[in-house]
């Protein structure tokens, strides 16, 4: 995948499609760079948070010349965060050494994932296929909310997504695929 | 807890939804702190894996993560 600082000029120019995918190609980066905040702080809301404000701020975002310059932003903005959450609530938690330098070359999906997950979802039954299909659509919603639009009780839209995950995870474990581990 | 409500708020806590505060800043899960240090970091790595998976399910690579924070931008499609 290509360096993104070449969307920067459509992001500020305020393209919502080109900042998608700058978030499709550095989210999994940012997420890897806080990982070991998993216990301090929220990692979902400070990734979110984060890219917000990569949106807001990109006008201002100077280039030093580096390759990667906003994943590199992203990164530092996401650790920050993660520090400082973490000093307000897990003080104790507040790392003894400097962060690992992270990785920060974007990442796309692999076609090949592509391919088997595809094969893998148009084998999910009914009602588990709804409640992954109605969080794919609408994350923006509460799980509550969307199991209500599926006329289902929460509790029930929960098993089904999570008979979902297991039915996928087991799927992509027959086909060798090693994000099977967490899913399962 | 039980082992099953635990389980059942990990799944949500994995989700991609997060509730605003009163002037739109992004909150954490009510879920998330009722989870212990484990439950927190199995959370965590279930999110990573749904996210690397919804991206492949999307043609354009989007996971929940970054539909929720297109929809913050210009509203929900």
New interface residues.
């Given amino acids: 995948m290509n360096d993104l600082d070449t969307l920067l000029p459509a992001i500020v120019a305020g393209d919502?499609d080109a900042?998608?995918?700058f978030?499709?190609?550095a989210?999994?980066r940012v997420?890897?760079s806080i990982?070991s905040f998993?216990?301090s702080?929220?990692?979902?809301?400070v990734?979110?948070?984060c890219?917000?404000r990569i949106?807001q701020g990109a006008a201002r975002f100077v280039p030093d010349g580096r390759p990667h310059g906003l994943v590199r932003l992203a990164i530092r903005i996401a650790r920050n965060l993660a520090v400082s959450e973490t000093r307000r609530h897990r003080p104790e938690l507040l790392p003894d050494a400097p962060l690992p330098e992270p990785a920060v070359e974007p990442q796309?999906?692999?076609p090949m994932?592509?391919e088997v997950?595809?094969r893998c979802?148009e084998r999910l039954p009914g009602q588990p296929a709804a409640a992954l299909q109605a969080?794919?659509d609408?994350?923006?919603?509460?799980?509550a909310e969307l199991a209500e639009a599926l006329g289902m009780r929460a509790?029930t839209f929960?098993q089904n997504?999570?008979r979902a995950?297991k039915l996928?995870a087991r799927c992509l474990a027959e086909h060798g695929v090693d994000?099977a581990t967490?899913?399962a | 807890m039980t082992d099953d409500e635990r389980r059942a708020l990990i799944e949500q806590v994995a989700g991609a939804w997060r509730p605003r505060g009163p002037h739109g800043e992004l909150r954490n899960h009510p879920g998330w702190h009722d989870l212990d240090d484990d439950g927190r970091r199995e959370a965590a790595a279930l999110a990573a894996a749904m996210r690397r998976l919804e991206a492949a399910l999307d043609p354009d690579g989007l996971s929940t993560t970054a539909k929720a924070v297109l929809a913050r931008i210009r509203g929900p499609r």
Wanted: hydrophobic residues 55%.
């Fill in positions: 919502a900042f998608g995918r978030v499709a190609g989210e999994a997420r890897d990982a998993a216990v702080v929220d990692l979902e809301a990734v979110q948070e890219m917000l949106w796309a999906p692999d994932l592509r997950i595809a979802r969080r794919l609408g994350p923006w919603r509460a799980d509790n929960l997504f999570t995950r996928l994000v967490e899913l």
